[in-house]
């Protein structure tokens, strides 16, 4: 699915009119895709959803003009910007809902192709709206994904140097920031520039998101440590990182309480006849051994269907050589068994940048 919106989920309480009819069936919705766990399901979910988001689209007020906006964001989760941006059209009041007027509109432009003019609809919007700001967010790794690595910095830099800007809104531009600099190849330029906006940010709350971000760059081109102090493990036999088999390795650090970890696992899924896949998570000190490994023999083999290797370590000291944050957080090492790439978080298909980034190379090396 191509969700430009999971924030709509929220956007659509904004709204009255349609949305109690049909806030039941997104939240229904919402529930499934978060158990969706392999390719197969999640093209499987996918079907559903766009169904139940055309069922819903005839019930729409043509003459009413917050649920065009909502009927447009909607179109945009299952990719169909064509239908959206005639819903947008037909908006006559779009100053008494600029903001989402103006968002939905850019991103229904980047959806399109039509990346400046995307730009120019959040430049009519007040970006200092968390949600606003949010949806430009998202635009900007979208555009790192279709290589418009420029615009992409001006998109992170802008919020990174503004002051009104929230912790949240600062640590997910300065991941963005990172992940342009790395694929466009202008790693000392963007560590420089985040060292530097981290050091003149005075606030604390503010300053440690950038310099958690700012780490990564020095991982870069180093040598993969080997995953220390494995308590349990599923699927596949004496994991290492440095063996050599010609393929590339993607190490998969997640959470089960982590929505973000669990949407990432269908995408994940897709890559395992490709690649090594290694999936990490922290065994949980001061438990019972023998009903925790049950606990996760379910969770990983039946709730998940997990197929690819799983480890869950006794300690977080795997997590300090990787200097892993927050969840998921993901680290790619090439066959030679040096740390290429680092990705931070994890945004829906047509918006990652990693995503774009591993099927590249996987085209490459066919």
Known sequence: TISILVICLVTINLFASIKKEYSKKIRKLNKKRNLVSTYKDLKAFNKEEKK???????KVNQKDDEEKIIAARLLNMINMPEKAIKYLQKVKDTEKYKNFYHST?????FLLGKYKKSIQEFKKANIEQPRVALDCLYIGFGLIKEKKYKMAENIFKKFLENPKSFPRIKYLSAIGLFECSELSGKIKEGETYLNKIAKTTSKKELRKPIEKVALQYKLLGKRAPEIKNIELQFNGKHITINKKNGKYTLLFFFSG?????????????????????????????KTDKKRQEKFFKWYVLQNKKITYPVVFL?????????????????????????????????????????LGYLNSILKHTK
């Open 52 to 58: 139940e988001i055309l069922s819903f689209l005839k």
């Open 314 to 354: 006794s300690n977080d000291r795997t997590y300090r050589d990787y200097g892993v944050q927050e969840l998921p957080h993901f680290v790619l090492i090439n066959p030679d068994g040096y740390i290429e790439k680092v990705f931070i978080e994890f945004q829906e298909k047509n918006l990652n940048p990693m």
């Open 257 to 285: 309480r982590s929505i973000q970890s669990i949407k990432a696992m269908a995408y994940i899924d897709s890559y395992k006849n490709h690649m090594n896949i290694i999936g990490i998570n922290l065994f949980p000190q």
């Open 105 to 109: 509109l850019g991103e229904t432009y």
